[in-house]
């Protein structure tokens, strides 16, 4: 069984051990002119109360990328909207034009019918109504009437939809802002807690980054073919990513966040997919079964559905780990992560 081995790829190397240490060396700065005191036995939990917060961060990655999503949808249809009020309301304007024309006429020809008196209504419901009791409109006059209380209609009720699309953006914006709080609040701390490691510690986390690194260089994919040659190419697409760094909302070409390398690297296979996991978890066929997997299947984990990677072989994932961490192959079954089920995009 032939053996994945990643080529030696120096920037990206110096990029991975960058992101690994850029946090550590904040710290060590100030402690610069002091010797490191002996690890504390204490602060063995920090670790994992770091990579809650890393989780926590992630989980509230998805949330902020469907709020994004929803906003970015939502403003096209507002921009739509308002559109076709402008539109509504000048079709209007030539509407009353017209029949202001006609009433010139008639005053200049003996005086205004009192039909037409009716025009100067601001209410077009009113006027239609009072008109049609009258005996003196002309059947074009009686036409064009029914064409402006149509037309308002319509421009009301396109006008109350905008109102509630704006309102609805408006929303979603506020909860957009919340998010991106709430991540950065997460990441704030976690950097707080790194901060009270001493440099031995900071370099022995360090050093288990890069292990995981390498472990990424080395890992074995075996020979198992895709399902499909789109999800081939998304998958080699994701493969020239290893090494980049996690960002939270990135998309990419250069960091990412989970179901932005997914959604990326299947758009490089000339395919949509949607941008967030829990909408990509419903983009395709569900496998349920990992042993059913084949290479460039996607592989959503969790049970909030808040993480997305790509099947890449014998067992292992290709994907966007966490904050401080690179795009890297591991193991499904020992990320920590449970495995929800697959999904084969047509």
């Known amino acids: 069984m032939a053996s994945h081995r990643r080529p030696k790829q120096p ?47 992630t989980q ?3 949330k902020y990328n469907g709020a994004n999503e929803k906003q970015k949808k939502l403003q096209k249809q507002v921009d739509r909207l308002q559109d076709t009020v402008a539109r509504g309301q000048g079709e209007l304007n030539e509407l009353r034009n017209g029949l202001g024309s006609m009433a010139t006429a008639q005053y200049r020809s003996g005086g205004l019918d009192p039909s037409m008196q009716l025009f100067l209504s601001s209410d077009p419901d009113e006027y239609l109504a009072k008109a049609a009791t009258l005996d003196q409109l002309s059947n074009k006059q009686l036409g064009e009437l029914k064409k402006i209380q149509a037309k308002h209609r319509t421009l009301e009720q396109q006008r109350g ?11 979603t914006r506020e909860e957009l802002a919340s998010k991106k709080k709430e991540i950065q609040g997460k990441l704030a701390k976690a950097q707080k807690l790194l901060n009270t490691l ?9 050093a288990e980054e890069e292990r995981a690194n390498r472990a990424s260089e080395r890992t074995n994919l075996g020979n198992e073919a895709s399902a499909s040659q789109r999800a081939a190419a998304a998958l080699n697409a994701a493969k020239t990513r290893v090494g980049m760094p996690y960002v939270w909302g990135a998309t990419g070409p250069n960091s990412f966040d989970c179901s932005g ?38 592989v959503l984990l969790r049970s909030d559905l808040s993480h997305v990677g790509f099947y890449a072989g014998n067992g292992q994932m290709l994907h966007a ?3 401080g961490a690179s795009v890297r192959y591991e193991s499904i079954s020992g990320s920590g992560m449970p495995f929800m089920w697959g999904v084969r995009i047509g």
């Not at 905008?162 to 408006?170: F, I």
Request: hydrophobic residues 40%; glycine residues 4%.
């Open 11 to 57: 920037s990206r190397t110096r990029t991975t051990v960058l992101t690994a240490t850029a946090a550590a060396a904040v710290a060590m700065s100030t402690h610069a002119a002091q010797a490191d005191p002996t690890p504390d036995p204490n602060k063995k939990g920090v670790k994992a109360e770091i990579d809650r917060l890393h989780e926590e961060a």
């Open 198 to 206: 001493n440099a031995k510690e900071r370099a022995a986390l360090a």
């Open 60 to 62: 509230a990655t998805e």
């Open 261 to 298: 390398l997914t959604s990326w690297a299947y758009n490089q296979a000339g395919v949509s997919i949607p941008r967030t996991s829990q909408a990509q978890a419903n983009a395709g066929t569900r496998i349920n079964s990992m042993s059913a997997l084949r290479p460039g299947d996607l």
């Open 161 to 171: 939809d905008a109102a509630g699309k704006l309102k609805e953006l408006a929303d």
């Open 321 to 323: 780990p966490k904050p």
